[in-house]
């Protein structure tokens, strides 16, 4: 619609504000209270405006066809001035001396002088919280933070209390903000007009809007896999803030505490910064030269002993596409071997290979911006508020405001506590699950028809198999009451655009691509996939390039764009690029590359940025690989147990202080920049892989990462249309993106799918039992994932303040089993499973069932990883993390 602002006209959308239309005309107006995330509030007073005669606050007033509004009038201009003086007079004089304060800067603006501000002060601080400080004094109760706190971030853990002139924020547990509901995840520092809340250290002060003096550089975080976009304000070398951006394409102005936080560990006096070489069984520091030596000695050593595939690279999730795409060309065209794979092994490979296998590419059908819209959600095995915390906190709000949830979980956390429904199935038993929930679809008649007939296959068989799946033997298998499981797929079924999210409690499983394939029947049988009717099926990724690692082929059967090594055709155009031959049989999986190792036939193997010896299963039997490899190589951060292991570690660049791109869990690409030079000699992973190339005389091209990314295209369609130049540009492109004139596809399959035939197809694959079951030896299951402050191992986060939040790995327990064994909280105890045991503190939980323990793996010394099996996917080979066999014993407490 059309409203004049101060004699200009300018167009606004139906039910905009004042405000939008004031700024639409260029008009600048105070608004202290005002948070365009947030809902309007109207508070302050400080943003009036006239509006066809009527005085009114812009923030809170809509706009209506052919309004004539004013703004800069004398008159106006002295009615805000004096509601910011008001504001102002109950402050003390610092208030207005605040770099960043917008109240500050609206008093400057309105030429009110320091003078104005008459406060006493005297109501106190609270610097309990290691992020989060609280100088009382500066609030003037204009409930940014609260609003900031419950309708972004979704945990309503703060409020505001007392009366009149006193009303100040305060935690809602009425405690210190250390012992509060407190997630840190920034938004109150950010949103804060006045410097009431703030960082504390170099960035107190700064915020998304208002950087003072430092330089800013945008990135992308290197945490998990949502891909927020943040802005990092660096001075004299060193990190100063890291700031969420507002236009990000996911974050939209949003983060958690580790992206916006945890990044002490640049600092920390464990980094490495030179590189080590192994002499006489001790890791002494040497210089590039000479460990570059060692390594291409040791590599021509094993090839002329075991031949190319005496050599394999682990490469790493946390490392840049370009990165990823130069270890992979480097094993493929310098040695001569498929032998390389990335952690996907260890989260996601059944993912890759369920969703291919169901609609023919390796990636989410849709984007989170369409899946935001969606009015019903089946959240499965993930538990986002706490291992992607922004999008759980947008989920979270969609809930709140209408659509239905419906939560699988084994454990009652994060959004499950706030399900429709919440099923609690006993871990391991998913696929019958999936099939108890299609059976309900099938036989009440909540399908989509036409599209089974048209753009799917396999129904016949499918409906067989569902035979065998009613709700009342689901209920035997699952231990989920067939009533809540029809209710679900009623409420599925019934949705007018449902949408599927899952993560790491569908994949880690002995039968996990067989949990993707069951769970993705579900969108098909719905029509919910390429038709607009609903929003598919998509995995939440866990670190933050593990999508990307594997579209760059740093995996043991596919080349960059899921080009299969056994296809004449894909390798032909790797050939072309490369021109060297491509080897045609697939390479080692993570697990067969350390089985090599121990079999004495893996001479040499370079880890890149995995600390294995704590992420992966039965954890003593990889460190038994690492010991009987003659060369082991490790890229790290710190002095990793892997590293520990090493022959030759190199110091390696963290995602601070490299350049490249990132590809997040809906298949974004996004530009990364560094924004500190690493510390020391410490070199990016891309120019440590030149660096051994170059030691034994390749040249592998691509001299930067931006020409990496662009002879990537070369050799893989679906990324053909993309480079840094262009996402300088535009900012951030899905793929496929097969043509730089054309953007990415964020929505899949509208027209086909990508399979042979052309269709979706259902899978008919029987519910099998897990690797182990519990017994009189073993009577508990334990369930291994992720807790909120820290972030797999822990390398980073616990080189960080994330430490004084959550100081050790835990073992929940339900309060029934606790009394079994006499435990309370915080009791020490041993865990032992039929591979290894661990020792951990109890913290007593009805989050978890009886029968059912759960653990974080982020302290490699709790050895949380030696408890579990090497159980894994018949098909891909992903550890069965989330079914391990346990037993307690208490232990006496230290003195």
Avoid at 192 to 218: F, Q
Avoid at 272 to 281: E, S
Avoid at 424 to 439: D, E, K, S
Avoid at 660 to 688: L, M, S, Y
Wanted: glycine fraction near 10%.
């Amino acid at each position: 619609m059309r409203v004049e602002v101060d004699g200009i006209g300018v167009e606004v959308p139906e039910g905009a504000s004042l405000l939008t239309a004031a700024r639409a005309a260029g008009a600048e107006l105070p608004t202290l209270c005002h948070d365009d995330r947030m809902s309007p509030a109207g508070s302050c007073r400080a943003c009036l405006v006239r509006a066809d005669g009527s005085i009114a606050a812009a923030c809170v007033t809509p706009a209506v066809a052919g309004a004539r509004i004013e703004t800069a009038t004398d008159s106006l201009g002295e009615l805000r001035r004096d509601a910011v003086a008001l504001i102002a007079s109950s402050l003390p004089p610092r208030a207005l001396a605040a770099e960043g304060s917008e109240l500050a800067q609206a008093c400057r603006s309105s030429g009110i002088g320091p003078e104005a501000a008459r406060g006493a002060g005297g109501r106190g601080e609270d610097t309990s919280h290691p992020y989060v400080h609280l100088d009382r004094d500066l609030c003037i109760a204009c409930g940014r933070c609260v609003r900031m706190c419950s309708e972004v971030q979704g945990t309503f853990a703060l409020t505001l209390v007392g009366r009149g002139a006193d009303t100040v924020v305060a935690p809602g547990t009425g405690g210190s903000w250390a012992e509060s509901d407190c997630v840190a995840c920034g938004g109150c520092v950010d949103t804060c007009p006045t410097g009431a809340i703030t960082e504390p250290g170099p960035g107190r002060g700064l915020t998304s809007a208002h950087h003072a003096a430092a330089r800013t550089t945008r990135t992308t975080c290197g945490y998990c896999a949502v891909g927020c976009s943040l802005d990092v304000a660096t001075q004299d070398g060193g990190v100063t803030a890291v700031l969420p951006v507002r236009d990000g394409p996911v974050n939209r102005g949003h983060a958690c505490v580790k992206g916006r936080f945890a990044h002490g560990f640049l600092t920390s006096s464990e980094r490495l910064t030179r590189p080590l070489l192994r002499r006489d069984g001790s890791l002494e520091p040497v210089g590039w030269d000479e460990a570059l030596s060692r390594i291409a000695e040791g590599l021509r050593q094993a090839v002329a002993t075991g031949g190319p595939d005496a050599v394999a690279a682990i490469s790493s999730a946390r490392a840049t596409n370009e990165e990823n795409y130069l270890v992979q060309k480097f094993l493929r065209a310098a040695i001569g071997t498929n032998n390389v794979d990335n952690c996907s092994r260890l989260c996601h490979a059944p993912s890759a290979a369920g969703l291919t296998a169901s609609f023919g590419l390796a990636g989410g059908t849709d984007s989170f911006d369409d899946v935001e819209r969606a009015d019903c959600f089946l959240m499965v095995g993930a538990n986002p508020v706490e291992a992607h915390p922004v999008v759980g906190a947008r989920l979270l709000q969609r809930a709140l405001r209408g659509a239905r949830l419906l939560v699988v979980d084994p454990r009652t956390v994060g959004l499950a506590t706030d399900a429709h429904v919440h099923l609690r199935p006993r871990p391991g038993t998913n696929v019958a699950l999936f099939h108890g929930l299609a059976h309900v679809l099938l036989t009440e008649g909540l399908v989509d028809e036409d599209f089974l007939r048209e753009r799917a296959a396999g129904l016949p068989e499918f409906t067989e198999l569902l035979a065998d799946y009613p709700p009342a033997r689901v209920a035997d298998i699952t231990g989920v009451p067939a009533a809540d499981l029809i209710a679900a797929a009623r409420r599925y079924g019934c949705a007018e655009h449902p949408a599927i999210v899952y993560g790491l409690g569908v994949t880690e499983h002995l039968h996990g691509t067989d949990g993707v394939r069951a769970l993705a029947n579900l969108a098909i049988l719905r029509g919910a996939v390429g038709t607009g009717r609903g929003y598919g099926i998509n995995p939440l990724r866990g670190q933050n390039n593990v999508q990307g690692a594997s579209d760059m082929g740093a995996l043991p059967d596919t080349l960059p764009g899921y080009g299969k090594v056994t296809d004449p055709v894909a390798r032909s155009r790797a050939e072309e690029v490369w021109g060297v031959r491509v080897p045609d049989r697939p390479g080692l999986r993570i697990p067969d590359t350390f089985a090599a190792a121990r079999a004495g036939d893996l001479r040499a193997l370079w880890v890149i940025g995995e600390d294995v010896c704590a992420t992966d299963p039965d954890t003593n039997r990889v460190a038994d690989a690492l010991r009987a490899c003659p060369l082991v190589i490790c890229s790290e951060l710190f002095l990793s147990e892997t590293a520990r292991h090493a022959d030759v570690v190199l110091p390696a660049a963290s995602w601070l202080e490299k350049d490249g791109t990132f590809v997040n869990f809906d298949r974004r690409f996004q530009r990364v920049r560094a924004t500190v030079a690493p510390p020391g000699e410490a070199r990016t992973d891309f120019a440590a892989v030149h660096a051994v190339a170059a030691a034994m005389g390749v040249d592998l091209g691509c001299p930067t990462p931006a020409a990496a990314l662009d002879e990537c295209g070369r050799l893989a369609p679906v990324f053909a249309g993309l480079s840094h130049e262009r996402l300088d540009r535009e900012g951030a492109i899905p793929w496929p993106c097969p043509d730089a004139d054309q953007p990415g596809e964020a929505t899949l399959y509208t027209g086909r799918f990508a399979t042979a035939d052309g269709r979706a197809h259902l899978a008919s694959c029987p519910y099998l039992p897990p690797g182990e079951q519990a017994d009189d030896d073993y009577p508990l299951i334990m369930v291994t994932g992720r807790r909120l402050t820290h972030y797999n191992s822990g390398s980073m986060t616990r080189r960080t303040a994330n430490l004084l939040l959550d100081s050790t790995d835990r073992l929940d327990l339900h309060p029934d089993d606790a009394d079994r064994y006499g435990l309370r909280e915080g009791d020490p105890v041993t865990v032992e499973s039929r591979h290894g045991q661990a020792r951990l503190l109890t913290r007593v939980s009805r989050a978890v069932s009886p029968g059912q323990v759960f653990c974080a793996f982020h302290f490699p010394s709790s050895g949380v990883n030696r408890l579990t099996s090497d159980h894994a996917d018949t098909v891909t080979s992903c550890p069965e993390y989330k079914v391990t066999a346990v037993r307690v014993t208490p232990l006496p407490h230290p003195v």
